[in-house]
């Protein structure tokens, strides 16, 4: 039997708006947890354009559900891939799943003085495989 709660205990599921109060079980294969971490890619470069990875390996096996924020320079979280500029600065935090490895990317270009940036990366992975 599958059941399905879409509201916390105590509050109406048809007029609830907050969703802090929302909550969904199910006994098929959703969203299945696997591992979350953090991360920080840093530009700091005289040249004007500059990038860095890094690869945070999940061995699955497959391509996996996964989640990205990116903070940058120690700002509020926002969903990743992320674009933004500033000072004719272009800079943006980006990211690949595949079968074996998260890899993250921060990369900076443009400027008329030094980059430096932190870019400072949170990350879920989920044991679903995409496409099913």
């Known amino acids: 039997m599958t059941k399905m709660i879409v509201t916390k205990t105590g509050f109406n599921a048809l007029t609830e708006t907050d969703p802090t109060n929302m909550a969904f079980s199910s006994d098929y294969n959703t969203l299945k947890y696997s591992t979350t971490g953090t991360d ?7 040249i004007y354009q500059g990038s860095t990875s890094s690869s945070i390996a999940h061995g699955l ?14 700002g509020n979280y926002q969903y990743c891939p992320f674009w933004a500029s500033g000072a004719s600065l272009f800079y943006s935090a980006s990211y690949i799943i ?3 490895n998260l890899i993250l990317y921060a990369q900076a270009t443009g400027g008329v003085a030094v980059i ?7 990350y ?7 496409g099913l």
């Open 40 to 46: 920080t890619l840093s530009i700091d470069t005289d």
């Open 61 to 74: 096996g497959y391509i996996p559900y996964v989640e990205v924020y990116v903070s940058v320079d120690g």
């Open 116 to 122: 430096q940036k932190d870019f400072d990366f949170k």
């Open 98 to 100: 595949d079968d074996t």
């Open 124 to 130: 879920f992975i989920f044991k679903n495989k995409l």
